[in-house]
């Protein structure tokens, strides 16, 4: 018997008890601001007249090696945060086995870091997205050191552009 696309389906205009998650405890706040000027500042990026939410930055390594080692992955993750200026939140790994493969998140209140690893092919999938003053190109010798990777290729994507009658 065939799937057919009416098994998908889920009735969006459902109610939803919202008020059965008052229980649950609140999730942590990161309060940035320490004077009344920043608490109105949106952390948009204004560099050589572009305006922008932030940098994104995708890093490809090849032939890297310790892409299963969760306390290098954790400690440079931790370097990257720091010499980028950023700040922290949370950092949440996962190791897959059999291969030991590590996926995870570094949450900043910039923005984030994330990894992807297949070990068993040398390979590393880096997302490093990051607003305001830090300085996401400072986490790339940090990672290539952790990692020794053969082969770096990197995009860089500005995020959220602001047309100039919008700045």
């Not at 923005?111 to 790339?140: L, N, Q």
Request: net charge negative.
């Amino acid at each position: 018997m065939g799937i057919t696309s009416a098994n998908y389906l889920v009735d969006v205009d459902a109610a939803v008890d919202i008020d059965k998650y008052d229980d649950i405890a609140q999730w942590p706040t990161h309060i940035q601001q320490t004077s009344p000027e920043q608490a109105t500042q949106d952390h948009f990026v204004r560099r050589n007249g572009i305006v922008f939410a932030g940098t994104h930055l995708i890093f490809d390594f090849w032939g890297a090696s310790q892409l299963d080692n969760l306390e290098l992955m954790e400690a440079a993750l931790r370097e990257s945060v720091i010499v980028a200026g950023a700040t922290l939140l949370h950092i949440h790994l996962h190791h897959f086995t059999p291969n030991g493969g590590i996926s995870g998140v570094a949450v900043l209140a910039e923005s984030h870091i994330s990894v992807h690893t297949w070990p068993e092919r040398g390979y590393a999938a880096f997302d490093v997205f990051m607003c305001g003053e830090a300085e996401p190109e400072k986490t790339i010798p940090v990672l290539r050191k952790a990692f020794s990777p053969d082969q770096v290729n990197m995009t860089e994507h500005l995020r959220g552009m602001v047309e100039a009658q919008d700045v």
